[in-house]
């Protein structure tokens, strides 16, 4: 089965880092679009960073400076890493990705920042 799943999440104090990961399946096309969303109880899922097959970034204004989305081809893996977290970037992050014709969800996983 094609399938994304995600690691990484956790309860990190404010400032600290999280890297979170999202790796494709065995079985899956290669990743051309990677993305992270995320949404936190209550208010709307948004958009952080996409990386595209050629390396282009773009990120989320509330995320520029502080997070760094990338990529390993070879693992077929899309990767988020957070730095200097506040408690606002508590959310469930979900991977996204463009493989093939068709595009998939990781499962989501959680990330708790405390003041």
């Known amino acids: 089965q094609v399938q994304l799943v995600e690691s990484g999440g956790g309860l990190v104090q404010a400032g600290g880092s999280l890297r979170l990961s999202c790796a494709a399946s065995a079985n899956s096309s290669t990743i051309s679009l990677g993305a992270w969303y995320r949404q936190a109880p209550g208010k709307q899922r948004e958009l952080v960073a996409t990386i595209a097959s050629g390396g282009t970034t773009r990120y989320a204004d509330s995320v520029k400076g502080r997070f760094t989305i990338s990529r390993d081809n070879a693992k077929n893996t899309v990767y988020l890493q957070m730095n200097s977290l506040k408690p606002e970037d508590t959310a469930v992050y979900y991977c996204?990705?463009?493989?093939?014709?068709?595009?998939?969800w990781g499962q989501g996983t959680q990330v708790s920042v405390s003041s």
């Open positions: 996204h990705a463009i493989m093939g014709f068709r595009s998939y």
